[in-house]
Nanobody, 125 residues
Framework: EVQLVESGGGFVQPGGSLRLSCLAS????????MMWFRHATGQEREWVST???????YYADFCEGRFTVFRDNAQNNVYLQLNSLKTEGSAMYYC???????????????????WGQGTQVTVSS
């Protein structure tokens, strides 16, 4: 059974940083791409970033070089470093498992059982 547990969210002022973590279990972590999505109140869940099985990284345009995704296959963790946060970055952030070695950018394509519970990021002065 796939289990994903996010942590690291919190309250931060504009310009601040957070590091989100996602601990995975129940599958061979190194064989799959991992994604980060976010869901802000009143908006549709949107893709943020992907790290493929082969350590290629992809980012949504709004990341603007401020976010970095990386993974530790030995520890079954994927991380999302959030720097220079803006107020519009406030959202629930979710990690998700791809069914493939490459990532997906539509949340609708992710299996229902391949999501974590999310971690809240609030950016406010």
């Amino acid at each position: 059974e796939v289990q994903l547990v996010e942590s690291g969210g919190g309250f931060v002022q504009p310009g601040g940083s957070l590091r989100l973590s996602c601990l995975a279990s129940g599958f061979t972590f190194g064989n799959y791409a991992m994604m980060w999505f976010r869901h802000a109140t009143g908006q549709e869940r949107e893709w943020v970033s992907t790290m493929t099985r082969d350590a290629e990284t992809y980012y949504a345009d709004f990341c603007e070089g401020r976010f970095t995704v990386f993974r530790d296959n030995a520890q079954n963790n994927v991380y999302l470093q959030l720097n220079s946060l803006k107020t519009e970055g406030s959202a629930m952030y979710y990690c998700a498992k791809s069914p493939y070695w490459f990532g997906l950018t539509s949340y609708r394509s992710v299996n229902d059982n391949a999501w974590g519970q999310g971690t809240q990021v609030t950016v406010s002065s």
